[in-house]
């Protein structure tokens, strides 16, 4: 499971749009270190459908508190190098994605406050540091869109195993070349087409079957509609 932590958030409004977020992607567990106070009228106003995850959202009284039962804890940060001295090299929300479903055991990713972040003695007792690739210009994004952009990249990236799981088996080459024989005699037999024009046919049908990924299914379906 990976859950979210919030340390310290200021604005009801942004954890019940972390809340939202946090449903749109496919993620249950908030944690918040702070006070219960923090969910009211506007968190919820702001989770519109979500409001389970603030119902089930868990309060924890300090940072260590929150991360003591997690196996892998991941910190995040805008400021990058010079303007704090990080100690850790951060990795991007696209590298954490490639890691983080290979990582087992319960994980947290962890946000800071909206004025001063995550303090570096936060930041060291994580094992990974996570920063958004913005503008040198304004590189501190607002709490929430900072959680959906990290949200965003794991969940994209689920989506894809998932999608590479399902996928059909590609055609094999014996495949490709019997749909395009199959389609080479249905054009030979076609005594409306002109014969300049049927050599034409057959290179460019042999191009798109070799340009596409085509599964076997296909290949073998189209060579039925080619009898
Ligand atoms: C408004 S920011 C805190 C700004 C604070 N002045 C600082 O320097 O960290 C609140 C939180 O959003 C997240 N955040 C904001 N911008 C980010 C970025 N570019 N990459 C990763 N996380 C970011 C971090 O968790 C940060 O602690």
Not at 8 to 36: C, H, Q, T, W
Not at 116 to 124: C, V
Request: glycine residues 4%.
């Amino acid at each position: 499971m990976i859950s979210v932590i919030l340390v310290n958030p200021k604005y009801s409004g942004n954890v019940g749009s972390i809340a939202r977020v946090m449903m749109n992607f496919d993620f249950e567990d908030l944690r918040i270190v702070g006070n219960r106070n923090i969910i009211n009228d506007e968190a919820y106003m702001m989770a519109v459908h979500a409001k389970e995850i603030l119902d089930n959202a868990k309060f924890y009284e300090s940072f260590d508190d929150a991360i003591k039962d997690l196996d892998f804890v991941i910190a995040t940060s805008g400021a990058r190098g010079g303007d704090r001295n990080l100690k850790r090299v951060p990795i991007t929300p696209k590298e954490l994605a490639d890691k983080i479903l290979e990582i087992k055991g319960n994980i947290g990713i962890v946000f800071g406050r909206e004025d001063d972040g995550l303090r570096n003695e936060e930041i060291d007792k994580c094992d990974l540091l996570v920063s958004i690739p913005t503008s040198e210009k304004y590189p501190i994004m607002n709490l929430s869109h900072a959680v959906a952009v990290i949200l965003y990249e794991i969940y994209t990236k689920k989506v894809e195993n998932r999608f590479l799981d399902i996928k059909m088996r590609e055609a094999s080459k014996e495949d490709k070349e019997l749909l395009i024989k199959k389609f080479n005699e249905f054009i030979d037999k076609n005594e409306k087409i002109p014969e300049h024009k049927k050599e034409l046919c057959k290179i460019i049908f042999k191009r798109l079957v070799n340009r596409a990924f085509i599964s076997g299914k296909e290949a073998w379906t189209l060579m039925s509609a080619f009898k």
